[in-house]
């Protein structure tokens, strides 16, 4: 009898560990992520270890990457900051925001679909710090009030119109962390530290969106780092100088890229390395500004909690085919750096690297797919997470890359998916011998695009399928493009003439 008693006990006893298991079990699995997103500005992908260059500094960025996934084929669907910032924080293509410098402001409906505005729909306590870059208006394109119609949306603003300033004291929103960190990108670090303790007192997860103006012009970067990269001398990529430049499209020569490559100083050594150094100490602050919190994190205990999401509103023309700046369609303009952090994730793949095609636009539906939040059906952006469990997942298999801002000239629409990219200029003047021109680029085999296949022979099959991948990304434009601030001209200016 006594024995049957004892059984029974530890039946209980072992169905109540069980249910107390399972309530743990729940409890964990309903535990919403922490996320941050830091956002840089004007920052190319190589300028990294874990991007391929060996001259780099960036001791957190790489802890970043070797906890998470490195996204090596990561690409902004426009390759300016208004454009960009638009499309991280709605999900949305260039032509769906109407967004962008001389066209006009962000739509109140597109915003009310943005990421931060969905999170604190489901209890996130949002945040933001940086250059925001875009206003959102219904009736104006006034650029000089970006963020202003945002900042009551987000529960912590350290936010500042236009282009921000370096000096923290100038930034009104940063002002009061100045005198500890006089240079604004240690600041943004101190003001995102405060807003992590603010919201674990509050017991609420929290989405902090962190957007540098580093390494943005004009180049000042924090004298604390004078000596990091005081005797470096900085490689050039394969394609780099007038030469290398020569071989694409006249249209690509037209715009303020060229006059960059030699007002800049690419073109002298001397001038080339001290621009380097200054743009990748900048670079370094950036670094810097995030080890802080994420010390943060890890003092707080919540670092095994938080999601990492790091990337760039653009890339940047160093030199490369004798250019400067961005905008353009080229790697080193339309491409830049992607890391995901999830703590959660299979240590098998933590440290890895994806060439999985990702673009700006996926970024925001990433997010929300972390927090449990379905990506709204007028997303561009598809969430990334499943690549952190398969690097060979391929999210998407194309992707556009629009330009139609700054002169006529330089307007283009470009598609691309794994292996191709298609660029179709349409522009021409009679007088001067220009003319509608494609480009053809074989990414994998030659990721410097030294050459232009379309007008080869053997190419021909590969460029007549990029061609409607062109024609129908362009459909997808005038049957979802937006019909104001000039997009749906702009549409109609893109339409391919050559070998219709």
């Known amino acids: ?12 006893l072992s169905i109540f560990s069980l249910l107390i298991y399972s309530c743990e079990a729940q409890k964990k699995e309903e535990k919403k992520p922490n996320i941050i997103f830091f956002f840089t500005d004007d920052q190319t992908y190589d300028s990294m270890k874990h991007f391929g260059n ?10 970043l990457a070797e906890r998470g996934v490195t996204f090596l084929r990561h690409y902004n669907t ?10 991280v924080m709605t999900g949305l293509y260039e032509y769906k925001t109407g967004c962008n410098f001389d066209r006009g402001a962000l739509g109140t409906k597109q915003w009310s679909t943005s990421f931060p505005l969905l999170l ?31 900042e009551k949306d987000f529960d912590f603003w350290v936010g500042s119109p236009g282009q921000t300033s370096y000096v923290t004291k100038e930034n009104k929103s940063l002002a009061k962390y100045a005198d500890k960190y006089p240079h604004s990108t240690r600041a943004y670090g101190a003001a995102t530290i405060d807003f992590i303790n603010e919201s674990v007192k509050g017991k609420q997860p929290f989405c902090m969106s962190v957007f540098f103006k580093a390494p943005h012009k004009p180049a000042n970067p924090d004298p604390v780092f004078d000596t990091v990269y005081k005797n470096t001398v900085f490689r050039k990529l394969p394609n780099f100088g007038r030469e290398a430049g ?67 509103d653009n890339g940047y023309f160093i030199g490369s085919h004798g250019l400067g700046s961005k905008e353009l369609p080229y790697e080193e303009s339309a491409r830049a750096p992607l890391i995901i952090v999830d703590p959660r994730m299979d240590k098998k793949f933590r440290g890895t690297q994806t060439s999985s095609l990702s673009a700006n636009v996926d970024i925001p539906a990433t997010i929300l797919d972390f ?11 598809k969430s990334l997470r499943p690549v952190l469990s398969n690097t060979k997942f391929e999210s998407r298999t194309s992707l556009p890359i629009v330009q139609v801002w700054g002169p006529k000239a330089t307007h283009c629409l470009t598609v691309m998916e794994k292996q191709y990219k298609y660029i179709y200029w349409n522009y021409k003047d009679e007088t001067k011998g220009i003319h509608p021109t494609e480009e053809l680029f074989d990414i994998i085999n030659d990721p410097y695009e030294m050459k232009n296949l379309a007008n080869e022979t053997k190419y021909k099959l590969q460029l007549n399928e990029m061609r409607k991948l062109y024609d129908k990304q362009l459909q997808h434009w005038n049957e979802q493009g937006v019909k104001n ?16």
């Not at 006594?2 to 039946?11: H, S």
């Not at 996130?124 to 959102?136: A, L, M, N, Q, W």
């Not at 060229?258 to 950036?286: N, S």
């Open 1 to 12: 009898m006594m024995y049957n008693n004892r059984k029974a006990i530890c039946l209980v």
């Open 54 to 63: 060996p001259d780099t500094k960036t001791p957190n960025l790489d802890q």
């Open 78 to 87: 426009t390759a300016i900051c208004m454009a960009s910032r638009a499309q």
């Open 120 to 150: 604190k729909e489901v209890g996130y306590r949002v945040g933001f710090g940086g250059k925001f870059g875009f206003s959102i208006s219904d009736t104006s394109a006034d650029e000089g009030k970006e963020g202003e119609a945002a």
């Open 246 to 312: 020569k071989h694409l499209a006249q249209q690509s020569r037209m715009g303020r890229q060229y006059g960059r490559f030699t007002e800049w100083g690419y073109d002298k050594e001397e001038t080339y390395q001290e621009e380097l150094r200054k743009y990748h100490q900048l670079i370094y602050g950036v670094d810097y500004s995030i080890g802080m919190i994420l010390a943060e994190l890890k003092k707080l205990k919540i670092d095994d909690n938080t999601i990492i999401v790091f990337a760039s």
């Open 371 to 381: 927090a449990g939040v379905k990506t709204p059906t007028v997303y561009d952006g």
């Open 485 to 500: 601030h000039g997009y749906d001209k702009a549409a109609a200016s893109l339409i391919r003439t050559v070998n219709q």
